[in-house]
């Protein structure tokens, strides 16, 4: 396993398997690696001959106040997993050559960007879609793993693609949970006893909505008070938002008429945590 710490020596990497023939898998990490993680290098590793990971804690998806100095970092704790499961080159790049001095170009998409945690974190998603379009022109995959945990993340990602004609297939890969249930997340490591044991309360109250679908109900605000009801039973958890979206467009929806997904982010002590269930009619 190789790493490269700068742009262009990950540019000719790229250049050079290309002219070999080669599919170049990839998928972009802030580090920290959970068995979620893991998995989306397995899911790229079976679609492609060589993996790109990279970690790099991006800066300009975290607003002022947000948990930018105090996200968790440990890069050779992290490069004994990924040699674990066989990625061929980590990218590691700085912040001064991923934004060299006078940076002022950016990538934004709309409409998908609104709500939940567009709405909740301004800047956020400008963000991430400004480091992923770099990520992409660095790396250059044919394919890219995204966990559908950030489910926004992963709409926003697909429309940018699509809108940019951007020549990489975005594969989704479903959400890694803990045995007990709760979504795998770097941010985890947050958590004191205590909130870890009440975290759950997410993935429950996620899994009521869903038994109350399979039992026939639709209209949903019946569901979004389900989860409000279930995630109220922790002491430490102050919702950030439960909303009954579309799958496709994250529109608002009523009722639960075609695919949706109720998205929530909720504080639990200090750690802001999400997750998201897909319902079907």
Same mark, same amino acid.
């Given at each position: ?10 540019? +000719? ?24 993680? %893991? ?8 679609? *492609? ?7 790099? !804690? ?25 040699? *674990? ?23 934004? !998409?709309?409409? !998908? ?14 963000? $991430? ?23 926004? +993340?992963? %709409?926003?990602?697909? =429309?940018?693609?699509?809108? %940019? ?23 985890? !490591? ?32 019946? %569901?979004?008070?389900?989860?409000? =009801? ?5 002491? *430490? ?7 009954? =979206? ?7 929806? $009523? ?27």
């Amino acid at each position: 396993m190789r790493v490269i710490d700068t742009v262009s020596e990950m540019q +000719q990497q790229a250049n050079l398997w290309r002219r070999e023939g080669l599919i170049i898998g990839f998928v972009p990490t802030m580090g920290y690696l959970h068995e979620g993680h %893991l998995a989306l290098m397995r899911c790229a590793k079976e679609r *492609s001959d060589r993996v790109v990971v990279s970690v790099f !804690v991006n800066p300009t998806q975290f607003a002022p106040g947000e948990d930018f100095e105090r996200y968790p970092r440990d890069l050779d704790r992290d490069l004994g997993l990924m040699a *674990s499961v066989g990625v061929d080159v980590v990218f590691a790049p700085s912040v001064e050559d991923m934004y060299p001095e006078g940076y002022q170009t950016y990538v934004e !998409v709309e409409k !998908v960007t609104r709500p939940l945690c567009g709405a909740k974190r301004p800047g956020h998603f400008r963000g $991430v879609t400004t480091v992923v379009a770099k990520l992409f022109h660095i790396v250059k995959p044919h394919v890219a793993v995204f966990g559908e945990k950030d489910y926004q +993340q992963l %709409l926003t990602i697909r =429309r940018m693609v699509r809108d %940019l004609a951007m020549d990489v297939k975005i594969v989704g890969h479903s959400i890694v949970r803990e045995p007990d249930g709760l979504a795998m997340s770097s941010r985890n !490591v947050y958590l004191s006893p205590e909130e870890r044991t009440q975290a759950r309360l997410l993935s429950q109250a996620l899994a009521e909505a869903a038994r109350l679908v399979q039992a026939g109900e639709r209209d949903g605000s019946v %569901l979004v008070s389900a989860v409000q =009801r279930i995630l109220a039973q922790g002491p *430490s958890i102050r919702i950030d938002y439960a909303e009954l =979206r579309d799958a496709e467009t994250l529109e608002e929806m $009523v009722a639960l008429d075609r695919p949706g997904v109720l998205a929530l982010a909720a504080y639990v002590g200090g750690a802001r945590l999400i997750d998201n269930a897909v319902l079907h009619p």
